[in-house]
């Protein structure tokens, strides 16, 4: 039987899991969406950046990209203050560094899956938007993102269960995650088994969740097209 | 007795002094690239004139449509709307979009809103009316074009010739004074043409301007004031409708009616 004391602990740890995992996501859309719009026309300079940073944001393993965002993140922010003249001394707490890290790798595959997104909506929903006067805003708010949205869920939907599932990793950087107290319980109790499963229900309860979620958005960003035949979406990777 | 006659019965020529001009080109020309889709046109289109565009594909009518309206920019020449001289600077843009409504081949609803949402959506972002004015004004233009019962549903739970029917009440829910068309039955199956050119006969009667790329000579001959033959970028020939369809005086149009006729 599980001990009270350890299953209250995981699911604090769950907590932890769901916080960094969301937070992570948000931050990762926002890079995804602003490298997205960015790169939308093809402009050097803004082009080689974006290189830069998907080579290294997709080459190098979640991991150890948060690796390096705990071990030298106060290094890497003290050199950039030291740039332009100031002296900051920052503490990165394992938080901070998963958080970073998996939005800026997933920010990474995000901006990809919402460019390709926008540059199949047709021309001809700009254009129409276009000789009706409306205000650009109003057109990639209410034109084209809500079919934006409706051609990249699926890949959305996939994106956030890896990143789910990837905090799990973050525990290697002291994160006190559902793992970390997975870990904890099993090492003290000798039981691995339940409590190893209870955290793997856990995943499968917000996997479980998140198809269910998706689901709806699904159906509600559908509106207005005709039905067809949809595949199950792919598992995550 | 016979020259009174001749006198008292006024030549059928429509409007052979437009009171107006709607449209004016002067010498445009536009590239893409390196490649030069219109030479040289020269284009005048008075207030009231239905105006057919046609040409073999690839001549330039849409780039020339899509000058007209900003959708392309022109590279030299002068377009003027009512007036205003189309610059690439955005007052001037919007200035002539305002008098400009616009119909695609391709419709180009908003799959993801209402019929009635896509005809209210211009009118509340870019005219900023309430709802309920917006619903009125959409609703009427609509029942122009009968479609109001369709009015809940979305564009895909349409036919072709109702989706453009929608696609042309929602051009003209903003009041233009000008009408575009490029190629408006073209994408549709032969039951639903001939619905959207009898709604365009109707609005050609309203005394509203017209520019209408289209392929439907029929149509051509019973509604336009002159018809434009368009070949490599250039204008070849144009004429009253009349003498375009019965009497061209170039190879190239003699052509092109043996072909499409
Ligand atoms: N965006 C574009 N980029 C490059 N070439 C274009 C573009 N649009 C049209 N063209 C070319 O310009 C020519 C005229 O095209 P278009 O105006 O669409 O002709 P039409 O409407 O008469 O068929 C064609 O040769 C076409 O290939
Ligand atoms: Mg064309």
Redesign the interface.
């Known amino acids: 039987m599980p001990e009270m004391g350890f299953v209250q602990q995981l699911g604090i740890g769950a907590l932890m899991t769901i916080k960094v995992a969301v937070l992570s996501y948000l931050l990762a859309l926002a890079i995804g969406t602003a490298f997205a719009l960015v790169t939308l026309r093809r402009r050097l300079v803004v082009g080689f950046i974006w290189q830069v940073y998907a080579s290294i944001f997709t080459g190098v393993p979640s991991l150890l990209v948060a690796f390096l965002f705990f071990y030298a993140g106060s290094g890497i922010v003290a050199s950039l203050a030291s740039l332009v003249g100031l002296t900051v001394t920052v503490d990165i707490s394992p938080f901070a560094a998963a958080v970073a890290a998996l939005g800026m790798v997933y920010g990474a595959y995000l901006a990809d899956l919402i460019r390709s997104a926008i540059q199949n909506v047709?021309p001809?929903?700009f254009?129409?938007a276009?000789?009706?006067?409306?205000?650009q805003p109003?057109t990639w708010l209410?034109?084209i993102l809500?079919?934006v949205l409706?051609l990249a869920l699926p890949g959305m939907t996939n994106m956030w269960i890896v990143v789910m599932k990837d905090t799990a990793l973050i525990s290697l950087i002291g994160l006190k995650e559902i793992m970390a107290y997975a870990k904890l319980a099993s090492g003290v109790t000798k039981e691995p088994f339940i409590y190893y499963v209870l955290a793997s229900v856990f995943f499968l309860g917000m996997t479980w969740l998140t198809y269910f979620v998706s689901r709806r958005i699904e159906s509600w960003?559908e509106?207005?097209?005709?039905p067809v035949v949809k595949q199950e979406p792919a598992h995550a990777l | 007795m016979n020259a009174v006659t001749q006198i008292a019965v006024p030549s059928p020529v429509r409007r052979e002094t437009p009171a107006a001009v709607a449209i004016s080109i002067r010498k445009l020309n536009k590239f893409y690239g390196g490649f030069q889709a219109l030479r040289d046109i020269d284009l005048e289109v008075g207030q009231g004139e239905i105006v057919i565009l046609c040409g073999p594909s690839g001549s330039g009518k849409s780039s020339l449509i899509r000058c007209i309206?900003h959708?392309e920019q022109h590279n030299s020449g002068t377009i003027r709307v009512n007036g205003t001289e189309l610059t690439h600077k955005a007052s001037d843009v919007?200035q002539v979009?305002?008098q400009?409504?616009?119909v695609?081949q391709?419709f180009?609803?908003?799959?993801?809103?209402?019929v009635l949402a896509n005809c209210t959506?211009?009118l509340r972002?870019?005219?900023r009316l309430p709802a309920a004015e917006a619903n009125d004004i959409a609703r009427e233009y609509l029942a122009r074009v009968n479609v109001q019962d369709q009015a809940a549903k979305?564009?895909?739970e349409l036919s072709g010739g109702q989706q453009q029917r929608v696609a042309i009440a929602?051009?003209l829910c903003?009041k233009p004074s000008i009408m575009l068309f490029d190629e408006p039955t073209s994408a549709l199956d032969p039951e639903s043409v001939g619905s959207v050119l009898r709604i365009m006969e109707d609005l050609a009667a309203t005394g509203i301007t017209m520019v209408c790329v289209t392929h439907e000579m029929g149509f051509a001959r019973r509604v336009a004031d002159r018809c434009v033959f368009m070949e490599k970028g250039e204008i070849v020939e144009e004429g009253t409708s009349d003498r375009f369809f019965s009497a061209p005086s170039t190879a190239r149009l003699k052509a092109f009616l043996q072909q499409v006729l």
């Not at chain 1, 276009?130 to 205000?135: E, N």
Request: hydrophobic content about 45%.
């Open positions: 047709p001809g929903q254009e129409a276009k000789v009706l006067l409306v205000p109003a209410l034109v809500p079919q409706r960003s509106r207005g097209y005709k | 309206n959708l919007a979009r305002r400009l409504g616009m695609f391709g180009n609803l908003f799959p993801h809103m209402t959506f211009a972002l870019a005219l979305y564009p895909s929602r051009a903003l």
